[in-house]
């Protein structure tokens, strides 16, 4: 996806065109006129019998030959010749050279492996059908499931290769939940890994097909960012990659999101102090009761998660400084203990009399005992 720019950029360049034909609200040009161009431009020939009859359905064009289209099979644009009928030539016309797309080469499928096979035989709700979110910790649980059953390398290598498959990114990027082994839904996926999945899938798309893939996927991130109720700066800044291509698209997909939000966020405040319920409030912005309803939902559920999420960030904050400082008091005061017994070691050392102050004083304490 080396050529993805954001979708400010002309985009023409990856629309296919089509081939100029002839239709049938063509105007024929001065002295072009003929049966074949324009089959009402005569009146048939006067020659004394009674026009046959036309033949088959009503309503049927009659067929100028076996293929429908006209007195020359050849002609047809869009409009099936001057028979109405419209054989296999005509129709929309054969496309013009170098207009056709491009196929890729066919390529056998890979063989898929033994223990995803196995995993699609005895867990069918996850592994047998459409992919769906794993639930992390999934690998634990299959090994809790079915003791004995799967070689707990090979399980990991199994589980690598799925949830590196394209199908399982396009599931993750789909914004579905992840769920576990009984295919209940269990928890949201993060943000991260629905964006990343997102970006890697049409880098793989655009690889595969050549396809432009700028304004789709700008499209998706756009509904991403807007599904996870953060704020565009916060949302750009924790998606930012080193893949520079994708991230111009993020910024003017983030861009347009801010000037979104701020909308919002102005018209919820003009409700809020209108007083007015939902729809009189619509009816005097001339909104859609239900459009105006989602606006404000969305509205006051974004300025409610960006409100939780700087209180889980303050206290994260507030518990990362309260463990520091415990962890300062124990460092001081495992170095006062040190210190103190540093200070005992000295105490005993000098208060303890030498060998040789202690041989010197035995005899001047017998010495009066003898006399």
Known sequence: MSDIAPH????SSAMPTTAAAGTASEAPQPGNESATDTPSAAAPADTGRAPRPRTGKPGQARAGGRNGGGRNRNEGGNGGGHGGGGGHRGGQGRPAQGQRPARAPYSPPAPQHPVLAKLAEIEATLFGGD???LKRGIFQDLMVAHPGVFDKDELKS????YTRSTRYLIALASGQPRHDLSGQ????VAPEHRYHALVETFRRRHARTGEDVRQKLYERILQAAEDSLLAPGD???QMRSKDEAANEILDAAMAELGSRVAREEALLRAFDASGQSVNG???AYGLHPIEAAATLTRARNRAAAIAQAAAAAEAQAAQAATEAAAQAETTEAEADDGNTADEADTTAEAAAPSEDSADSAEPEQAAPSAA
């Open 131 to 133: 992919a769906l979110p």
């Open 235 to 237: 949302y750009a800044t």
């Open 8 to 11: 400010t950029a002309d985009l």
């Open 281 to 283: 409030f619509a009816d």
């Open 185 to 188: 839904p269990v928890e949201a």
């Open 158 to 161: 199994a589980l690598a290769l």
